[in-house]
């Protein structure tokens, strides 16, 4: 894999996110996909999206903890990290903050674009983005470039905005 040459607009997303936070909705809206069935991702789930003139890659891994340990296979090559997060579900919030900690403080991510997508955005219970940002001290990163983006998967909302962001951030690493 290393040495394989890659087109410039060949992108490789990471969508990582506890479980049931939306990640397999996300990216079937953003391949225009049926929404009306999703299970759990046991597992990963890969679509090659386009958008701006680039062929993004998607790699959608399931977010149950026994899974969550092997996130770590997926990280090399990674052009931008997209983290969802269930904006409804507070009771996870530390949870969510522990497991986006981590990531960041991996080797293979380092200085990879950072989007967070404050997902569920059309749930009443929804915490709005900056309340999100501010509970995540995403204020403390440094390293990198990162937007958090209300959304909501179900109706698409926020996920366009999302994208286009993604696509103005991409830094090819050097290999």
Known sequence: MKGRPRSQQEVRLLLLGLDNSGKTTLLKQLAAEDISHITPTQGFNIKSVQSSGFKLNVWDIGGQRKI????????ENTDVLIYVIDSSDRKR?????LELAELLEEEKL???PLLIFANKQ???TASPASELAES?????????MWQVQACSAVTA???QDGMT???RNISFRKK
């Open 122 to 124: 059309d749930l009443m």
């Open 165 to 167: 962001w993604v696509c």
């Open 110 to 112: 380092a200085g990879v």
């Open 68 to 75: 969550r340990p092997y996130w770590r296979n997926y990280f």
């Open 93 to 97: 919030f530390e949870e969510t903050s």
């Open 136 to 144: 995540l001290n995403l204020h403390t990163i440094r390293d990198r």
């Open 157 to 159: 909302e926020g996920v």
